[in-house]
């Protein structure tokens, strides 16, 4: 017998958007790991922090920010091996990952690692875009539409290909991939219809039409492009 690996989604920012089964499985964690940037905070533990116990153990998985793979692999293969301890110890481990952890989640690094090895469960979360359509008040699609997300750090003529598509549109990791992203959009008469969405659930949180989005983009932004009828009731 071993502990089991839980992947709990802590879903976009506000703590409210936490599952009841994500908030059961926190309040009684006795480990708790989580990536964090290097010189920071953790984004996911924040989130959660009011609900983790006194006494829990912590795993930070501090991951510099960087192109490259390495030396993140490294990270996480190193955090993998301080989780299979306590995993043989036959304690299980949670671990926070910000939105859902299968939808651009942190935690698929360390899944691909335990899957198949040890006890693995996945707890969704509310996603980054299921947050930004809310907010920006934005339907995606609808009928027989079709929804593609486009990572910006993608290269122009892949992105463009995917703009062919012509239905309704989520760039992630905006970042400092905005300025291409508007020359893109407005390249394909897209931009007019698109929206920016930074730092949705939050305080500080910010919802503009792309022409007035900021020159300088947080990571946790977002551009919806919603579809031509996207208020055409049938």
Do not use: W
């Amino acid at each position: 017998m071993t502990g089991k690996i839980i992947g709990v989604g802590v879903g976009p920012g506000d703590p409210e958007l936490l599952t009841l089964k994500a908030l059961k499985v926190i309040r009684e964690a006795k480990v708790i790991a989580y990536p964090s940037i290097e010189t920071g905070e953790s984004f996911a533990r924040n989130i959660v922090k009011e609900f983790m116990s006194k006494d829990v153990l912590e795993i930070p998985i501090k991951i510099p920010m960087v192109e490259s793979r390495f030396p993140s692999q490294l990270i996480y293969n190193s955090a993998s091996d301080e989780i299979a301890t306590h995993l043989k110890r036959e304690v299980n481990v949670i671990v926070l990952c910000q939105g859902d952890p299968f939808f651009y989640g942190s935690f698929m690094y360390l899944f691909s690692r335990f899957a198949g090895k040890y006890p693995v469960e996945i707890i969704p979360g509310i996603s980054s875009l299921n947050a930004c359509s809310a907010v920006s008040q934005r339907p995606l699609c609808s009928r027989l539409e079709s929804l593609s997300v486009i990572p910006g750090g993608m290269d122009d003529e892949a992105f463009l290909k995917q703009l062919e598509k012509e239905d309704a549109f989520a760039i992630m990791k905006v970042g400092r991939n905005i300025a291409k992203i508007k020359r893109l959009l407005e390249q394909k008469g897209m931009a007019k219809r698109a929206v920016y969405v930074s730092h949705a659930t939050l305080p500080n949180q910010l919802v503009l039409p792309l022409a007035e989005a900021p020159e300088t983009a947080p990571y946790f932004s977002m551009i919806l492009v919603p579809s031509k009828d996207e208020y055409v009731i049938y």
